[in-house]
């Protein structure tokens, strides 16, 4: 069955760094998109970031454009989030997520929590 586990989260100060990352298995991994979104307390799952299977193209929200980079490893079956820069508005629960099979599967969640 499809399995997601994402690590890396933690507690950093604004103008930090965090690298997420997200183990997968139960699928073709380097066929399938990944994504990232986020859900911060009280508020609605936000998109955040997207790869295709090879890798080749990526798409980010505008609020983290230019901050965070996302990248997979098809050998490995891991997909990352390097995060830099952080502010307080980033502080929510990450999710890694894929559509196989037009069904959603999401890992966990991992929490990213920005602040002095």
């Known amino acids: 069955q499809v399995q997601l586990v994402e690590s890396g989260g933690g507690l950093v100060q604004p103008g930090g760094s965090l690298k997420l990352s997200c183990e997968a298995s139960?699928?073709?991994?380097?066929?399938?998109?990944m994504y990232w979104y986020r859900q911060a307390p009280g508020k609605e799952r936000d998109f955040v970031a997207a790869?295709?299977?090879?890798?080749?193209?990526?798409n980010y929200s505008d609020s983290v454009k230019g901050r965070f980079t996302i990248s997979r490893d098809n050998a490995k079956s891991t997909v990352c989030l390097q995060m830099n820069s952080l502010k307080p508005e980033d502080t929510a629960v990450y999710y890694c997520?894929?559509?196989?099979?037009?069904?959603?599967?999401r890992g966990q969640g991992t929490q990213v929590t920005v602040s002095s």
């Open positions: 139960g699928f073709t991994f380097s066929t399938y998109s």
């Open positions: 997520i894929v559509w196989v099979e037009y069904r959603e599967y």
């Open positions: 790869i295709t299977g090879s890798g080749g193209n990526t």
